[in-house]
């Protein structure tokens, strides 16, 4: 069965970076669009960036210039280095299945907590 396992997560202090990633397993992992998404306490899910098979990628406003994403289809592991972090980059970070546009998310993972203190 499709498995997505997040994981770097941590406390970081604003301005500081940390590098997520999110072992696949279950599927075609290099046939498949993946993405990030967060949710912050108390809001709703947040799409923040997608990766195409191809490696095109897009982002959010509040990500570009920030934050890169990238895959290794040899390895099945999706990455989110993530710079200049702030305050409201705060939350639970999902790797998702799919998710050119938002509303595509197939799965999501369990998810690696992001804290950003000031």
């Known amino acids: 069965q499709v498995q997505l396992v997040e994981s770097g997560g941590g406390l970081v202090q604003a301005g500081g970076s940390l590098t997520l990633s999110c072992a696949a397993s279950g599927f075609s992992f290099s046939s498949f669009t993946m993405a990030w998404v967060r949710q912050a306490p108390g809001k709703g899910l947040e799409w923040v960036s997608a990766i195409n098979y191809g490696g095109n990628t897009k982002y959010a406003d509040s990500a570009k210039g920030r934050f890169t994403i990238s895959r290794d289809n040899g390895k099945n592991t999706l990455y989110l280095q993530m710079n200049d972090l702030r305050s409201e980059d705060t939350g639970v970070y999902y790797c998702?299945?799919?998710?050119?546009?938002?509303?595509?998310?197939?799965?999501r993972g369990q998810g690696t907590q992001v804290t950003v203190s000031a």
């Open positions: 998702a299945q799919r998710g050119w546009k938002p509303e595509t998310i197939a799965r």
